[in-house]
């Protein structure tokens, strides 16, 4: 696989039975996501765009197809492979945050590290510093349910970072937040991506969040149809 290329996905179907019938939700996607950029998934709601970016990531696995992920086709590996594979390449941000609501700001992002074995010391400097570049610095012992919804977000994205991962998935992010929140988000989605040379794939309904990303793919009939960002609409 090109080197430039972080993750392919080559004839990617996934179906669901429902009602007694078939319901085919991809039917063979392809695409490409290239280092450093911010690809946007787009669609009506319910045309898979959940669906494939669990299987771009290993959380759910296709009829057919295949997903490479540097170098590696994820679905060749056994589930524990694959289970330590996602924690050590990549994050993921959810549209509800998923974060351990027991545990404060610093310790959601050590979490990650501490599962993959990283020394709890230096895990706990790793996560004081992403804090403090996600804008969190006054939150370090704030639990998630102290945070505003921004705020948990962007926990999620500095838990995402934990493990310097290749790739971050994010579906639907901005989905729970005001104008104002989201553009935060985004800014500092941006911002990662040009500082840190970090690679983002994103589903979202939102055009005007489509419109910032690099690259666009709009999720129409079960296929994945490529789009320069100025063209939505």
């Known amino acids: 696989m090109d080197e ?3 993750l392919k996905a080559i004839g990617i179907s996934k179906s669901f039975a429902t009602g007694g019938k078939k319901l ?11 280092k450093g950029t911010l690809t946007a998934i787009t ?29 590696t086709n994820i679905f060749s ?3 524990t492979e694959l289970s330590d594979f996602r924690n050590r390449t990549l994050g ?24 993959a074995g990283q020394d709890k010391s230096k895990s706990k400097g790793k996560a004081y510093h992403i804090l403090e570049e996600v804008g969190l610095k006054e ?13 948990q977000q962007r926990l999620a994205v500095a838990r995402a970072l934990a493990n310097d991962p290749k790739l971050v998935i994010a579906d639907e992010p901005t989905g729970n937040l005001d104008r104002r929140s989201s553009q935060e988000l985004m800014d500092l989605v941006m911002f990662l991506k040009r500082e840190k040379d970090l690679t983002f794939v994103l589903a979202t309904h939102n055009l005007e969040i489509a419109r910032k990303a690099d690259y666009v793919y709009e ?8 789009k320069a960002p100025e063209e939505l609409n």
Not at 54 to 63: R, V
Not at 92 to 115: C, R, Y
């Open 219 to 226: 999720i129409r009939d079960g296929k994945a149809f490529s």
């Open 92 to 115: 993921f941000v959810f549209q509800f945050h998923h974060l351990l609501t027991e545990f404060d700001a610093l310790e959601n992002v050590m979490m990650p590290q501490l599962i």
């Open 77 to 79: 590996l056994s589930d």
């Open 4 to 6: 430039r290329i972080v």
């Open 24 to 34: 085919e939700v991809l039917k063979g996607i392809e695409l490409e996501i290239p």
């Open 139 to 151: 939150r370090f012992h704030h639990r998630p349910s102290e945070l505003s919804g921004g705020e």
């Open 43 to 71: 669609g009506a709601s319910g045309v898979g765009k959940s669906t494939l970016l669990h299987i771009l990531g290993g959380l759910d696995s296709p009829d057919s197809g295949e997903v490479q992920l540097d170098s």
